[in-house]
Nanobody
Framework: QVQLVESGGGLVQPGGSLRLSCVAS????????MAWYRQAPEKQREFVAA???????RYADSVKGRFTISRDNAKNTVYLQMNSLQPDDTAVYYC???????????WGQGTQVTVSS
């Protein structure tokens, strides 16, 4: 069983920044795609960004140019740098680790991000 622990959420004013982190309980490697999703109140969970072991990062259109995903396999960690945050970014942010080419994937417990003045 893989455990993922997110951190870094909080309350920030519009235009501000936050950096989320997600640490995996296993050694992450290039066979893993690591990603961030989010779920706002009364909405479905949606894709935010992904960083595969090989290939290019992917972003939802709503966060392109504002969010940056990165990973550090030496630390078993994936990050999400969020800049120019807006109230619409308010959500619980979830980390996901998926094994490339399979349906095997795991979720963290989520971290709350609230953007409000």
């Amino acid at each position: 069983q893989v455990q993922l622990v997110e951190s870094g959420g909080g309350l920030v004013q519009p235009g501000g920044s936050l950096r989320l982190s997600c640490v995996a309980s296993i050694r992450t490697a290039n066979i893993h795609t690591m990603a961030w999703y989010r779920q706002a109140p009364e909405k479905q969970r949606e894709f935010v960004a992904a960083v595969p072991g090989h290939g290019s990062t992917r972003y939802a259109d709503s966060v392109k140019g504002r969010f940056t995903i990165s990973r550090d396999n030496a630390k078993n960690t994936v990050y999400l740098q969020m800049n120019s945050l807006q109230p619409d970014d308010t959500a619980v942010y979830y980390c996901n680790l998926a094994y490339f080419g399979t349906n095997r994937n795991y979720w963290g417990q989520g971290t709350q991000v609230t953007v409000s003045s």
